[in-house]
């Protein structure tokens, strides 16, 4: 069973920083694509960004720019750093990971879910 577990989240300024980890319990990591959402309070789940088992990384149009993935995967772990945040950027943020995805944008291509971090950016 994969286990997907987030860190990372923190309430913070607008224009701050952060960095979100999600370490996988899953030794074919490598060979898993991996998806960062969020969900904002009476919002429906959105994708963040994406990135490939070959280290490509696609991002939503509100991030892009702003938004870096990255993995690691020695250490079975997948990295959101997040730049010059904004309030609209307030939501809890969810890790997913799939071995077979392959609309990596739609949150029904994955299997495996963490539980989530809460981000909270004020203004």
């Known amino acids: 069973q994969v286990r997907l577990v987030e860190s990372g989240g923190s309430s913070v300024q607008a224009g701050d920083s952060l960095r979100l980890s999600c370490t996988a319990s899953e030794f074919s990591f490598s060979a898993s694509q991996m998806g960062w959402f969020r969900q904002a309070l009476g919002k429906e789940c959105e994708v963040v960004g994406v990135i490939s088992t070959g280290g490509t990384a696609y991002y939503a149009d509100p991030v892009n720019g702003r938004f870096t993935i990255s993995r690691d995967n020695a250490k079975n772990t997948a990295y959101l750093q997040m730049n010059n945040l904004r309030p609209e950027d307030t939501a809890m943020y969810y890790c997913?990971?799939?071995?077979?995805?392959?609309?990596?944008?739609?949150?029904?291509?994955?299997?495996?879910w963490g539980r989530g971090t809460q981000v909270t950016v004020s203004s």
């Open positions: 997913a990971s799939d071995r077979n995805a392959l609309d990596l944008e739609f949150p029904q291509s994955y299997t495996y």
